[in-house]
């Protein structure tokens, strides 16, 4: 299985924009890139994917790097409803399994 | 509404009894996961099932079973087997599409066991 990498934590002001990086050097063709956050005591929630084009939707910005193997995970406003853990994960394309890593826990401050 | 269900949210049993988690779908989603979640760490598959009557085992399935004989339903079992199994154990379906589609998660169900 394709493996991620994330930075442990991250913060960030309210209303600042946010990057959270992911190396994902392993990455196959066929492999899409899924985030998803974690808020305490709950469960996983979507948030993005994509394959190779940079993406965009009501929640967030995803940037894929041109050979594939990095992505950012873009929160253009962040809120203090955004504080979570973020995972970004390959999904293997022939089993749809998700595979989690520690993810990167984001602190946002008024 | 359309969602997944897991019951009960929090669950406490005696170290040696078996125990079985709920998980129900109304999605019509073919694919549906049980994941185990221990503090500070991220999710581990235990068991996924992509139609009924079929399921295949994920990273971490010694100690647990399950059944599919319903596709609205993958009930998971924690036997006494499991050394370790209190823990936050989330179920997740999703339509299945070669890594396409978002799955979708629910509530999780918090075991103790002592």
């Known amino acids: 299985d394709a493996k991620t990498t994330q930075p442990n934590s991250m913060e960030s002001n309210e209303e600042e924009p946010v990057h959270l990086p992911c190396n994902h050097s392993?990455?196959?063709?066929?492999?899409?890139i899924h985030w998803y956050r974690q808020l305490p005591s709950q469960g996983p929630e979507y948030v993005i994917h994509?394959?190779?084009s940079n993406v965009n939707n009501r929640m967030a910005s995803l940037a894929i790097a041109e050979d594939r193997k990095s992505s950012t995970l873009i929160l253009h406003r962040a809120t203090l409803r955004d504080a979570a853990v973020y995972y970004c994960i390959l999904r293997d394309v022939d089993t749809d399994k998700l595979i989690f890593g520690t993810g990167t826990r984001l602190q946002v401050f008024p | 509404d359309g969602g997944i269900t897991q019951s009960p949210k929090y669950l406490f049993r005696k170290e040696g009894q078996n125990v079985t988690l709920s998980c129900e779908q109304n999605l019509n989603h073919d694919a549906m996961y049980w994941y185990r979640q221990d503090p500070g760490q991220g999710l581990r598959l235990i068991y996924y099932s992509q139609i009924v009557n079929d399921f295949q085992k994920g990273d971490i399935a010694e100690g647990y079973s399950v059944s599919r004989e319903k596709k609205e339903s993958f009930p998971l079992t924690v036997t006494s087997a499991q050394k370790n199994p209190t823990a936050f154990y989330l179920c997740?379906?999703?339509?299945?599409?070669?890594?396409?589609?978002?799955?979708?998660f629910g509530p999780g169900t918090r075991l103790t066991v002592t």
């Open positions: 997740a379906s999703s339509s299945i599409g070669q890594g396409l589609y978002e799955q979708y």
């Open positions: 994509g394959l190779t």
């Open positions: 392993t990455i196959s063709g066929t492999d899409y």
